[in-house]
């Protein structure tokens, strides 16, 4: 018997060896050249198709005010008629080319205020276009922290799965021996095939992080490095809420929306003023009537004052729509205030959360791991059986994967709080990467450019963003 014990003895010490080296080889130092939380974020900004979907509104928003522009300006074009008529056998044709220009000169203000309008639709759009930023940037940092914790549960498993083979090499050699019985060694193998299923639904769940990750990205996760320091978070929930209605898109969105409703209000109403429009035209006809086929020339200079008395009601439609939408905006508004702070709040309280689950975690580790090796000893002298072994590995096991779990969801809560506060962008996080200048083509465009200057400078706009 005691050549038996000292077998078993030196059996256990061969697996706490192999624990100890593999768990330090699951913690090593990533090499230097691994891919970091930074040049994931990267990487997704400069992936996203969605992003290039959202600039291009944002270039026909701009449009927008070019085409509110151009109201205010002459309009030019020329016809050319050619006609034929016969009365009783006798026939005449005449030819004749005009030349107009038009012009709204005074519309008491209705052309103005759908410029604004244009105008601030355009800043509601840029806001959009942050939002839509911030989405993709909150995607990549998902996806980096799941292939690493997904990576570490593999990792985790694998090693369970070689000391659980020592595990019931060592049940067969102390069933050799008739210490233990044919049940014993049965649960040892039961608990390694359960260790094989929960390795192979690891590998699973890091395939389908690995393409969530390449979709954010646009490539294949390399070695990824530990995420950086943790985010400065503010003194309190409240301030955190107050600097999400200053900076947060959603908000900005909808007030903007609600500045453009209130000019849209004031333009229905002055659909019902007059307007003064002016027209010059110059003409000349050939008429097979004139005498000596001479040409004749004229020219003709006219204003026209008009105003709508009755339109059947539709102006003072209009009008109330108008009005209708500017409520639907204002609530929306205050809908959005309420759920961005919200989720300033909830990211807050998912913070807390998981700083105390790792908390407790790592009191759960430290006495499973002592459980377990006193658990093992004790099996040794007989005192334990190998059920019992069998359930404190699996106990620290598992503490073990929700530490992990804990770990990865208290650094996604910290970016989740940030992008709530509307400051998870390239910009804040100094990437230190050009970004889209979404005035650049506004600047280009907003005169509703015609010239060979503008045109130029529009076309270097375009060609600036690779369009």
Known sequence: MPEIRHRVAGAARRLRKLALGTALAVVAALPASADSLADAMVAAYRHAALLDQNRAVLRAADEDVASAMAALRPVIGWTVQHQFQEVQNAESRSLTASLVAEMTLYDWGRSQLAIDAAKELVLATRAQLISVEQNILLQAVEAYLNVRSQRQQVALQENSVRVL?????????RYEV?????????????????????LATAKGNLAVAVESYKAATGKAPGDLSAPPKLPTLPKSVTAAQAIAQRSHPAVEFAQRNVAAAEVQVAAAAAER?????????????????????????GA???????????????LSSAHRKAMANRDRARAALLQSARDVAQSVGVSWANIDVARAQISAINEQIVAAQQAYEGVREEATLGARTTLDVLDSEQSLL???????TAEAN????????LAAMGLLTVENLKLGIPTYDPSAYYSAVRDAPYTSVQGKNLDRVLRAIGK
């Open 165 to 173: 083979s020592e595990e019931e090499r060592a049940a067969n050699d």
């Open 178 to 198: 008739g210490e233990i019985t044919v049940t014993d060694v049965s649960l040892a193998e039961a608990q390694l095939a359960q260790t094989r299923a929960q």
């Open 273 to 297: 003023r007059p307007e003064l429009k002016g027209s010059a035209s110059v003409y000349a006809q050939d008429s097979s009537q004139s005498r000596d086929d001479e040409l004749i020339k």
């Open 300 to 314: 003709n200079v006219g204003l026209t004052l008009s105003q709508t008395i009755y339109s059947g009601g539709r």
């Open 398 to 404: 598992e503490a073990r994967a929700n530490k992990i």
């Open 410 to 417: 208290l650094q996604l809560a910290h970016y989740q709080l």
